[in-house]
């Protein structure tokens, strides 16, 4: 990326941009050039240290252009000599959406060197006290959008000034046991393997994570540990069919565990269904629909997106888009203990990709 382009030729469609302020309360760093680590290394485009108070103060301005994509993963690493000769800071792991034509705002990470620790050992690097955040609120927004049109004026002016704050996903997993961000989406400790089960065959690989039943039951299994939901936010699941019985269901169960829950399901002819689960029991059906247009009939290459808005106690059920049915949440659930999970009946194959939860609130 030019100061006055991106590579359209490329794929390149829009700019991601973040903010990087340090505190140096030691003032051993002061002068020294950060670096990100997203994909590639990348120094700022704007930066400069002050002091004020006998404390340096760093502010940097990040820019790389990027691919239009669903998900998008990234990580924040800065190598630098003085945290260890080989230590890299890594914040966190994050995924978000990337749409066309945007300037996407990440946010600001903040970073204070509280003090030095004076390593006895002469051959060892000195070590540093450490306070790190990263803020994905819109503060820092227009002071981040004001600096990046100053610095990029006719880059700001061919994307019309579509400065936006991202919406990083809460949670989400791609279901890929080989993707290399295994801290995201590391599916043996998020989900059971059964290989070759006497019941039920549970299994990933490079495409995602599929289940396949042996008889006639519901197999069903939720994360290895629960989710604090809040208030509004969405749910989202991609599955696909690939073979066996195309007339029993599957999908997708919100709830306290797999046997206090709500089940999302479709089926491979179109069928819609949404029932409840109280000690391990179906309890009633919520809504059930013999054919609805919005399922993609699978033929083994079809995939279908499962989407569940989540406002207060109101769960509304969409597919591909469209709006399926609306109703109040029947389950008394810890809001600080959602389980989230899939679930296969009878004798078919289906595999899952891309649980994402998202705060609609950000």
């Not at 252009?65 to 000769?85: C, R, T």
Request: net charge negative.
């Amino acid at each position: 990326m030019s100061k006055d382009s991106i590579e359209e030729n490329k794929g390149y469609k829009s700019i991601i941009v973040w903010k990087l302020k340090v505190k140096d309360y030691t003032n051993d760093t002061k002068d020294y050039k950060y670096t990100f680590a997203f994909g590639d290394e990348f120094t700022p485009y704007k930066a400069h240290w002050t002091t004020e108070n006998n404390v340096a103060h760093y502010d940097a301005l990040f820019a790389v252009q990027a691919q239009p994509v669903d998900i998008e993963l990234f990580s924040i690493l800065m190598p630098s000599k003085y945290f260890g000769n080989s230590t890299l800071i890594i914040h966190s792991y994050k995924a978000f959406n990337v749409p066309v034509g945007k300037i996407i705002y990440l946010g600001e990470y903040n970073m204070e060197i509280l003090e030095r620790n004076l390593n006895k050992d002469p051959s060892k690097p000195t070590t540093y006290n450490l306070n790190t955040t990263f803020n994905y609120e819109s503060d820092g927004k227009e002071a981040a959008m004001k600096q990046f049109q100053e610095y990029f004026p006719k880059l700001f002016e061919q994307f019309k000034g579509n400065f936006e704050t991202v919406k990083p996903y809460l949670f989400y997993d791609e279901f890929n046991s080989l993707t290399p961000l295994l801290k995201i989406s590391d599916v043996e400790t998020r989900w059971a393997i059964w290989k070759n089960g006497t019941h039920c065959d549970a299994f990933s690989d490079f495409n995602g994570f599929s289940m396949h039943p042996k008889d006639n039951l519901c197999y069903s299994q939720t994360t290895k540990q629960n989710y604090k939901l809040p208030e509004n936010c969405t749910i989202k699941l991609q599955s696909h069919w690939k073979e066996g019985l195309n007339s029993t269901s599957y999908g997708f169960l919100i709830g306290a565990d797999q046997y206090n829950c709500i089940h999302f399901d479709i089926t491979a002819m179109g069928e819609v269904r949404v029932w409840k689960i109280l000690d391990g029991k179906n309890v009633n059906t919520i809504y059930s629909e013999k054919k609805n247009s919005a399922v993609n009939e699978c033929d083994g290459k079809i995939r279908n997106e499962h989407y569940i808005e989540k406002r207060g106690d109101t769960l509304t059920l969409f597919i591909n888009g469209k709006e399926i049915t609306s109703f109040k949440n029947p389950l008394a659930i810890d809001p600080d203990n959602w389980a989230i999970g899939i679930s296969v009946t009878d004798n078919q194959t289906v595999e899952f990709n891309k649980l994402t939860v998202t705060d609609l609130s950000l």
